[in-house]
């Protein structure tokens, strides 16, 4: 996304709002916000160009408690509006927001639709493997066979594998972060806004009410015998997922494929960026469609020169 820097420094104050969080306390929730909040200042992205757009669950409620342009949309239908908005508006920096209950699973279909088109903006997922807002039950990341405190029973169905999900569906960059390490996250969100295309960045993070398995203790290694931590960075061990040549095809394949064998690493888990890619966008594709576009975004355009009498009366 192009960025246009503010004549006055902004600080990390101007990017927060008035608004009482009413998260959990110990929520993984507040490490993302403050990693989204980070990665704003150091882009020094004015707040009246920033659109934050969210879905529903505990997650949705991210853009109320950003000093921005917040909508709060339907229950797992935020990528189709975050791409209204970038589409009415190209002048605005998009970030979306969900959980993975709202992403992947009932969104999982407009997920595909979003990775596909390719539309320039940054989707960023609170993955706790559980739907928190409606008190704890399995979301699709939980894997078979697993019980958190809040379920009665094990999942009795897989978990999916939201990185090669991404893959699979065309996003031209996927990261993965850890909300407790939000200036870590904070970096990765950065490169997801600056990155021109659909940015996936699927954050790993603890719910301490409803999710006694993956808490920070885990994460950490605690109960582990060398006592290292179940995370580790993929640029740490020499992985380089960007594509170098986008018109070479083995290429992407080989930087694909390599994307989805380490997302299946589960001791450690990896965090970094993926997989990153520069293809022409979806804003691109209708620009080329529809001239008018490319000069200025379709907000600023005179919505009145076309006479539409005619389609009214044949409707009559």
Not at 179 to 208: M, N, R
């Amino acid at each position: 996304m192009s960025i246009n820097a503010p004549a006055k420094a902004l600080t990390l104050k101007d990017y927060k709002s008035d608004l009482h969080n009413d998260w959990c306390p110990g929520c993984g929730d507040f490490g993302i916000l403050t990693g989204i909040q980070m990665a704003l200042q150091q882009l020094q992205i004015e707040p009246d160009k920033l659109a934050v757009y969210s879905g529903i669950g505990c997650s949705g409620k991210t853009p109320h408690y950003i000093n921005g342009y917040g909508f709060h949309t339907l229950h797992g239908r935020v990528l189709t509006v975050a791409t209204g908005g970038r589409l009415v508006n190209t002048d605005l920096t998009v970030l979306a927001l969900g959980g993975d209950g709202d992403g992947y699973g009932i969104g999982a279909g407009y997920f595909v639709g979003a990775g596909r088109r390719n539309a320039d903006f940054a989707y960023i997922v609170h993955n706790n493997n559980v739907y928190g807002l409606t008190k704890g039950q399995a979301s699709p990341t939980l894997s078979k066979g697993k019980k958190t405190k809040s379920m009665p029973e094990q999942a009795i169905q897989d978990g999916i594998n939201p990185v090669a999900m991404a893959v699979a569906s065309g996003y031209t960059f996927i990261a993965r972060g850890y909300a407790l390490e939000p200036k870590y996250l904070a970096s990765i969100i950065v490169k997801a806004i600056q990155h021109k295309g659909s940015a996936l960045v699927d954050v790993l993070q603890t719910c301490p009410t409803y999710n006694d398995l993956y808490t920070k203790e885990w994460y950490d290694g605690a109960d582990l015998p060398e006592k290292r931590s179940r995370l580790y960075k993929l640029e740490e061990k020499g992985y380089d997922g960007k594509v170098q040549d986008p018109t070479d095809a083995q290429e992407i394949v080989a930087k694909k494929a390599a994307a989805v064998a380490r997302s299946y690493e589960t001791d450690p888990i990896p965090i970094g960026i993926y997989y990153q890619v520069e293809l022409p966008t979806y804003e691109d594709a209708v620009a080329q469609r529809i001239p008018a576009l490319a000069e200025k975004p379709l907000v600023d355009q005179d919505v009145f020169q076309r006479d539409v009498t005619p389609l009214l009366e044949a409707m009559r």
